[in-house]
């Protein structure tokens, strides 16, 4: 079988689905990952096989540019549709409009799109994965016939705010006809235009694809109506050097604290909400031993670093969590979901997106707290901290969710189904079926 794997150009988003690559890979299938060429080390240096298509999508231009508005937009705003008074017709429009602008079209433009449908319709693959947000790679396996599912590696916040946004809709008064997107719809409008270039008709299925492989525990996974393959999360900390250090072969001798703020901030024009010399403040004077791991430009903003502090560059979280008593994080989906599978309770400082959720959810389980981004202080993360440190209800329901995290199939185990479900849609597609009728594992 050939698999081609798609992502738009940035680590935090491409590292998921590299377990899933392994191992189909060992299974004996042919495995390509297409992204602008930005990402051709990342790829490379994960053991896989790049292909470099259209040119980098300048998602740092956009974030100066106009990022200041759209991370605004955004801040502490909640996703969930089931929260009341959220989600209004007038933010899902304007989220809709604003993200098709200046996030969607932008890491799937014209080249992009153009090269990878080129290259697929050369190397004919039978199943394409894409990252959630990487419509090209949908658009490609429709040019081709391939079956395609996407690759969630955060809870799929996306997909009821997309469901929401339809229903508010309505009919549409300029009434499109059927296999046309509502004309108030700046995604399906974006996508038509974009499928209809390479003479393809649109369906909803360009948005969700035709399955998902889902590797969220299911205590987060938001209801949706795309079929799942569930998949156990497998930490894969990204192209860096993932070496034990000495120091970290020795047990510790009081509690450990990882205190991390991610990768992404320090490699794109991302910003960073969490004050770092603050989150070091909070924990002076604390009988506990933290690691911190901050890249040179983290630690430039430090005025004093505490004794109990160790200042890391890099440490792989997979090797360092085990150890830990506890985590404090910015909220990203790969650290976060690290620390879930390995049983530590965590401070989450989500402030953007499905973070904020996640750290919400993580909090309702009894497993970490939540420390919004407006109320990060001192007084407020020192306070949370000694409580995740000393309640032991915290370490047994993180342990809990570990157990739940474990029990899903392993990338290894997902691969029969992959196999199944592509040989079943493949086959609905040269009868003409569509190929929305496969069962999939939930």
Not at 9 to 14: C, E, G, I, Y
Not at 151 to 171: E, H, N, T
């Amino acid at each position: 079988m050939r698999v081609l794997l798609t992502s738009f150009a940035l680590d935090a988003h491409f590292n998921g689905s590299v377990p899933l690559a392994w191992a189909l890979r060992a299974a004996g299938h042919e495995v390509r990952v297409a992204s602008q060429p930005a990402l051709t080390g990342s790829i490379t240096a994960a053991g896989l096989t790049a292909v470099p298509v259209g040119a980098d999508p300048g998602l740092d231009a956009m974030v100066k540019g106009v990022g200041d508005s759209v991370l605004s937009h955004h801040a502490d705003q909640s996703l969930d549709p089931n929260t009341p008074g959220q989600l209004t017709p007038a933010f899902l429009k304007g989220w809709d409009a604003m993200m098709t602008a200046t996030f969607f079209a932008l890491i799937n433009d014209d080249p992009m799109v153009d090269e990878l449908v080129a290259f697929a319709r050369d190397w004919q693959p039978d199943l394409v994965l894409w990252e959630p947000f990487t419509f090209a790679g949908a658009v490609a396996a429709k040019a081709t016939g391939a079956a395609h599912a996407r690759v969630l590696s955060f809870p799929d916040m996306f997909m009821p705010m997309r469901q929401a946004f339809l229903a508010q809709l309505g009919p549409d008064p300029a009434d499109a006809g059927p296999g046309s997107a509502h004309s108030e719809d700046a995604l399906g409008q974006w996508l038509q235009w974009t499928l209809g270039r390479h003479g393809l008709p649109f369906d909803e299925e360009a948005v969700t694809g035709q399955w998902s492989v889902d590797q969220v525990p299911r205590s987060f996974r938001p209801p949706s109506d795309v079929p799942a393959v569930p998949m156990r999360y497998v930490p894969y900390n990204g192209p860096v050097p993932a070496v034990v250090p000495d120091w970290l072969r020795v047990p510790p001798t009081r509690p450990r604290v990882c205190v991390t703020l991610g990768l992404t901030a320090r490699t794109s024009e991302f910003p960073n909400a969490v004050p770092v010399d603050l989150v070091l403040k909070a924990i002076e004077g604390l009988d506990i031993e933290v690691v911190a791991t901050l890249g040179a430009e983290e630690r430039a903003l430090l005025t004093h670093v505490p004794d109990n502090v160790r200042l890391v560059d890099h440490v792989p979280l997979h090797a360092l969590l085990p150890t830990c008593a506890a985590v404090v994080h910015h909220g990203g989906a790969g650290t976060w979901s690290t620390a879930l599978v390995e049983g530590v309770p965590q401070i989450a400082m989500g402030w953007i997106w499905d973070a904020i959720e996640r750290a919400r959810r993580q909090q309702e389980l009894g497993a970490g707290l939540h420390l919004p981004s407006h109320e990060v202080t001192v007084e407020g993360l020192r306070g949370r901290l000694v409580r995740l440190l000393e309640e032991p209800s915290f370490k047994e329901a993180a342990a809990r969710l570990r157990t739940e995290a474990r029990s899903e199939p392993t990338p290894a185990e997902v691969v029969p189904v992959l196999e199944r479900l592509t040989a079943q849609h493949r086959a609905h597609g040269r009868r003409r079926l569509g190929g929305t009728s496969a069962s999939c594992v939930s």
